[in-house]
């Protein structure tokens, strides 16, 4: 079935109005409220909970807004991942604040530019570290 045609099915079966035009999320629903009819809905315990957890969430109804492009430019780091121009890295070494601030040509440290993080903790350590590592981007340890 189309997405329409899912949605117009949900909404005769349901009688209530779906907003979603997810294909994948309407076939879960419409089997979950199936299921849910013949094996009986959430206890009142369960369904007093949801709507707590709901009440504290912050939910999204729509696809985030496109930023302008030149704040979708980004930097990448030595293993795919990236970060935007302007973010700013602190990592307290041996007593001293370290601050790197990412700058469209990679990263700048104590006025100079590098083409990498892990060329910025290579130049303060003085021996190889995974750039995002050393500075607490990925999990592992960074001391």
Same mark, same amino acid.
């Given at each position: 079935m189309t997405v329409p045609e899912l949605? *117009?099915?949900?909404e005769e079966e349901f009688r209530e109005p779906i907003r979603s035009h997810s294909r994948e999320h309407l076939v879960r629903r419409i089997l979950w409220r199936v299921q849910a009819n013949r094996e009986g809905d959430l206890s009142e315990r369960a369904r007093r909970r949801a709507i707590e957890i709901a009440d504290d969430a912050d939910i999204r109804l729509g696809p985030p807004?496109?930023?302008? *492009? *030149?704040? !979708?430019? !980004?930097v990448t780091l030595d293993r795919g991942g990236t970060l935007s121009p302007g973010v700013i890295l602190r990592r307290d070494y041996r007593g001293r604040t370290l601050v790197v601030r990412v700058v469209r040509e990679g990263f700048e440290f104590d006025?100079?530019?590098f083409p990498s993080l892990s060329a910025v903790a290579n130049r303060i350590t003085g021996s190889h570290w995974s750039g995002a590592r050393f500075f607490g981007l990925t999990k592992g340890r960074s001391s």
């Open positions: 949605q *117009q099915r949900y807004r496109r930023r302008p *492009q *030149q704040m !979708t430019e !980004t006025g100079e530019i």
